[in-house]
């Protein structure tokens, strides 16, 4: 059974920068063919995605977060990571990994990880 | 972006009832649609997927329907464990969006 965990700091101050990883187990991220990502959902708000990555190091990036996210990937550890720069108090969410899609299967966002509360706060 | 539209964003009901929710996107996206059912302090799970596939496993009391820019998920007769908030995600081109959500509560 393909389980996620997602796994770093929860409090970050304001400017710095948010670093979190999501490991993979019950499946491989470099030869299942599937693209992996993260998702965020503020408190007590939506979902919003933010960033898709394939095990060759292909990436998408949700505009709105472009120009502060950075995605990447690590096969031999089997696992993916996130780094959110210069962090504010609206970058305060519960942040998800999750298996995204994989050509030719339809459908996305089969499996999620359990998720992990971001603050933002000095 | 496309936008997609969720109505109602709240609903009461009562157990045994027929509940719909509709979700419409501000541009043609196929069948690239997805419904996903969140609990509190849960990871959304997928119902629904290519807007009438039902995720293995879910209840068949669940189903989607819709193609293009108008899509619907119904519940057949609401059970108590139905009771949650309900999304529905486009992935038909980038950045993938959601709605912002349908809560069903309870009557």
């Known amino acids: 059974q393909l389980q996620l965990q997602e796994s770093g700091p929860g409090l970050v101050k304001p400017s710095e920068t948010l670093s979190l990883t999501c490991t993979v187990s019950?499946?491989?991220?470099?030869?299942?063919?599937?693209?992996w990502g993260w998702i965020r959902q503020p408190p007590g708000q939506g979902l919003e995605w933010i960033a898709t990555?394939?095990?060759?190091?292909?990436?998408n990036y949700n505009p709105s977060l472009k120009s502060r996210v950075t995605i990447s990937i690590d096969t031999s550890k089997n696992q993916f990571s996130l780094r959110v720069d210069s962090v504010t108090a609206a970058d305060t969410a519960i942040y998800y990994c999750?298996?995204?899609?994989?050509?030719?299967?339809?459908?996305?966002?089969?499996?999620w990880g359990q998720g992990t509360l971001v603050t933002v706060s000095s | 972006d496309i936008q997609m539209t969720q109505s109602p964003s709240s609903l009461s009901a009562s157990v045994g009832d027929r509940v719909t929710i509709t979700c419409r996107a501000s541009?043609?996206?196929?069948?690239?649609l997805g419904w996903y059912q969140q609990k509190p302090g849960k990871a959304p799970k997928r119902l629904i997927y290519?807007?009438?596939s039902l995720q293995s496993g879910v209840p068949s009391r669940f189903s989607g329907s819709g193609f293009g820019a108008e899509f619907t998920l119904t519940i057949s007769s609401l059970q108590p464990e139905d009771f949650a908030t309900y999304y529905c995600?486009?992935?038909?081109?980038?950045?993938?969006?959601f709605g912002q959500g349908t809560k069903v509560e309870i009557k």
């Open positions: 999750a298996r995204m899609y994989k050509f030719g299967i339809p459908g996305t966002l089969e499996y």
């Open positions: 019950g499946d491989s991220i470099s030869s299942s063919g599937y693209y």
């Open positions: 990555v394939y095990y060759s190091g292909r990436t």
């Open positions: 541009q043609g996206i196929k069948n690239d």
């Open positions: 290519a807007a009438s």
């Open positions: 995600h486009q992935h038909n081109s980038y950045p993938w969006t």
